[in-house]
């Protein structure tokens, strides 16, 4: 259970453990010292958009010795939080990116972010013993407004910056308007068309 200002919440797992000794079950024993270290706090690149970010960070090198035995690197996985979506952490890539050597810079492209939202970042290191603690956090980073978006009251509707607005009012005011169809086009959004008699 956590709980904070804003409330609490809880969750629940079960965890069943067989037997050892059971032969269709093959058992690992996971050796910490060959976790993979943490990569570095996920940092933004250049601008977002209203859909995607682009992250990057680094796989930082173990300056602790470790066994002369060490597993390669199976990839990153990346997880965001919103405040904005009060949704929790969600992992939006699993082992991307594999093969990458200490030192080296990640860059990668989230997508399937939603417009005018902040979202905080943390990525895993993942190889054959397990994943790696999480990254220190990013900082918060904003996805862009949706054109069009701002002086309409927040709905998303494109507007055309050409056209005269006095004209558009003049001719829509002596015609009449059919809907036509008004469908769902996401979680937020929806798809209207109609035509004007």
Same mark, same amino acid.
């Given at each position: 259970?956590?709980?904070?200002?804003?409330?609490?919440?809880?969750?629940?797992?079960?965890?069943?453990?067989?037997?050892?000794?059971?032969?269709?079950?093959?058992?690992?024993?996971?050796?910490?010292?060959?976790?993979?270290?943490?990569?570095?706090?996920?940092?933004?690149?250049?601008?977002?958009?209203?859909?995607?970010?682009? %992250?990057?960070?680094?796989? @930082?090198?173990? +300056?602790? *010795?470790?066994?002369?035995? &060490?597993?390669?690197?199976? /990839?990153?996985?990346?997880?965001?939080?919103?405040?904005?979506?009060?949704?929790?952490?969600?992992?939006?890539?699993?082992?991307?990116?594999?093969?990458?050597?200490?030192?080296?810079?990640?860059?990668?492209?989230?997508?399937?972010?939603?417009?005018?939202?902040?979202?905080?970042?943390?990525?895993?290191?993942?190889? %054959?013993?397990?994943?790696? @603690?999480?990254? +220190?956090? *990013?900082?918060?980073?904003? &996805?862009?407004?949706?054109? /069009?978006?701002?002086?309409?009251?927040?709905?998303?509707?494109?507007?055309?910056?050409?056209?005269?607005?006095?004209?558009?009012?003049?001719?829509?005011?002596?015609?009449?308007?059919?809907?036509?169809?008004?469908?769902?086009?996401?979680?937020?959004?929806?798809?209207?068309?109609?035509?004007?008699?």
């Amino acid at each position: 259970m956590a709980s904070s200002t804003s409330g609490e919440t809880s969750g629940t797992g079960y965890l069943w453990v067989e037997s050892p000794t059971n032969p269709n079950i093959a058992f690992h024993r996971t050796n910490l010292a060959l976790l993979p270290v943490p990569p570095s706090a996920p940092t933004l690149v250049n601008e977002t958009g209203t859909n995607f970010a682009t %992250i990057s960070w680094t796989l @930082v090198a173990n +300056k602790v *010795s470790v066994p002369t035995r &060490t597993s390669p690197l199976l /990839g990153f996985s990346i997880e965001a939080f919103s405040p904005d979506l009060h949704s929790g952490w969600v992992t939006l890539g699993h082992r991307i990116y594999g093969g990458t050597r200490p030192g080296e810079v990640v860059t990668h492209t989230v997508s399937g972010l939603r417009a005018d939202t902040s979202y905080v970042f943390i990525v895993r290191a993942e190889n %054959i013993e397990g994943f790696s @603690v999480p990254s +220190k956090p *990013s900082a918060a980073i904003k &996805t862009k407004t949706r054109q /069009g978006s701002g002086g309409n009251g927040g709905r998303g509707i494109q507007v055309d910056e050409d056209v005269d607005e006095e004209e558009a009012r003049n001719q829509l005011s002596g015609s009449d308007i059919e809907l036509i169809s008004a469908e769902p086009a996401s979680s937020t959004s929806i798809r209207i068309s109609w035509k004007v008699g």
